[in-house]
């Protein structure tokens, strides 16, 4: 059960200071402080976290990664279902919390839906998305199976190997999805944005499940292949 709390606490951390930050200074690529800020702030969160609830919990706080931790052999099912549970609860006590400061305190909401993931930078392409996601994901899932490999013994750097990853995923993405490689991020706040009136991004918010899902599975899979394992 200590596993699971901790997985809600990352998960809420996560959105509550990723999402929120994009939600106070908005994502326009053209302006850029925005956008950067945004990335970093997803970044640094797991750096965060990992240093605080990764000797708990491995600090997945990302369902997409507890699968690919799965896949390779990582966890058992049961504590993957448990993790997923955990998780989409600490998204929607995340966005709880954003609609507690924004909402109640009259602050603006840059993003128009609590930093909700979307498909305006694909021009409302479901392929171009499920692309994205796909990609980012496999990158991002290939980088934490490597970096966490007990034969690659990075040890303590991991935590910052792992959120510079994410940085990175997020500078391209931001621009096309809203970059969500993580589907419990997705899912708080396009439920937040729901309620509130703007269904839009629970519309498409199928897209930011399967592509981290698929893609979190494809990077397992190549990663068990590459390090030599059955």
Known sequence: ??????????????????????????????????????????????????????????????????????????????????????????????SGILAAIFTSGGVKDMTGGFGSNGLAGVNGSVVSGLIVELVLTFIFVMAILGVTDKKANHGSFAGIVIGLTLTLVHILGIGLTGTSVNPARSFGPAVAAAIAGNTAPIACLWVFIVGPFVGAALAAVVYKALSGEK
């Open 1 to 94: 059960m200590k596993k699971y709390i901790a997985e809600l606490i990352g998960t809420a951390v996560l959105v509550t200071l990723g999402c929120g930050t994009a939600m106070l200074v908005g994502c326009d690529a053209a302006a850029g402080g925005g956008y950067i800020l945004t990335a970093l702030a997803f970044g640094l969160v797991i750096v965060a976290m990992a240093y605080s609830i990764g000797n708990i919990s491995g600090c997945h706080i990302n369902p997409a990664v507890s699968l690919g931790v799965l896949i390779s052999g990582g966890m058992s099912v049961k504590d993957f279902v448990g993790y997923v549970a955990a998780q989409c609860l600490g998204a929607l006590a995340g």
